[in-house]
């Protein structure tokens, strides 16, 4: 099992920057990705990035080029630098864990994008 807590979240206007943390009980070492996806109101969760312990990294098309994600060296924090923000970037972000195909979530931390 992994816990996860998601930090750094909040409100910015359009073009400014932000970045969420998230802190996982187990190292990435012993699992197979972390990474974040989003649930904007009305609509499903969706990804946004993953990065495995070799620090391979995966985004989706809406945020390439705008977001980056990275991990520490023990591979316990993991973070999602958002630059150029716009409000449909307005979301819950959650931060999450693959275990062998079993998904673990944060408790989401609110972006919020205004124009």
């Known amino acids: 099992q992994v816990h996860l807590v998601e930090s750094g979240g909040g409100l910015v206007q359009a073009g400014g920057s932000l970045r969420v943390s998230c802190l996982a009980s187990?190292?990435?070492?012993?699992?197979?990705?972390l990474g974040w996806y989003r649930q904007a109101p009305g609509k499903q969760r969706e990804l946004v990035a993953t990065?495995?312990?070799?620090?391979?990294?995966n985004y989706a098309d809406s945020v390439k080029g705008r977001f980056t994600i990275s991990r520490d060296n023990a591979g316990s924090t993991v973070y999602l630098q958002m630059n150029s923000l716009n409000p449909e970037d307005t979301a819950v972000y959650y931060c999450?864990?693959?275990?062998?195909?079993?998904?673990?979530w944060g408790q989401g931390t609110q972006v919020t994008v205004s124009s």
């Open positions: 999450n864990a693959d275990v062998n195909g079993n998904l673990y």
């Open positions: 990065i495995t312990s070799r620090r391979r990294t």
């Open positions: 187990r190292s990435i070492f012993t699992i197979n990705a």
